[in-house]
């Protein structure tokens, strides 16, 4: 089992930057990729970023170029940057802990609001 806690979601203005931090805990041994995802209003969940147990990083296009991914493996951390926000970025985001195709544990989520 893994605890899963995001934080850094906030409003900013259309252009601007956050940090979205997804801190883990439990049996983090077990999980091959962290993944961060967010739903809109009325919109399907939708997987943004993801950093698997060996580094390697995919992104969707609509955030490619503007969102990275990168962890901390001493504080067990996953972030995920984004900048050049736009209000179509508005959205409750998540973290979620991939074990397998298809089995995950999900953070509560954190609400980014982008103003224009």
């Known amino acids: 089992q893994v605890q899963l806690v995001e934080s850094g979601g906030g409003l900013v203005q259309a252009g601007g930057s956050l940090r979205l931090s997804c801190a883990a805990s439990g049996s983090i041994f077990s999980i091959n990729a962290m993944n961060w995802y967010r739903q809109a209003p009325g919109k399907q969940r939708e997987l943004l970023a993801s950093i698997t147990s060996g580094g390697s990083t995919n992104y969707a296009d609509a955030v490619k170029g503007r969102f990275t991914i990168f962890r901390d493996n001493a504080k067990n951390t996953v972030y995920l940057r984004m900048n050049s926000l736009k209000p179509e970025d508005t959205a409750v985001y998540y973290c979620?802990?991939?074990?397998?195709?298809?089995?995950?544990?999900w953070g509560q989520g954190t609400q980014v609001t982008v103003s224009s």
């Open positions: 979620a802990a991939e074990f397998s195709p298809d089995f995950a544990s």
